[in-house]
């Protein structure tokens, strides 16, 4: 149940994460190089890395 909740908190975590990280791409690229810039599907790709990562740095720590 504990890996359940952490995959959860890494989805929802992550996906916050990832937009804003692309938020504050699009806003660099916008003073640089007066162009629109970013990732597409950032958000996801990060939800998907921290649901990943979440339960193993948890695993680690509980030992």
Known sequence: ???FIAIIV???GGFFLGI???S???IFG???FDQAMGIKFLPYFTAIICAVLIPIIDHKSKK
């Open 1 to 3: 149940m504990r890996a």
């Open 10 to 12: 890494g989805l929802i």
């Open 20 to 22: 804003a990280l692309s």
């Open 24 to 26: 504050f791409i699009g």
């Open 30 to 32: 916008m003073l640089a």
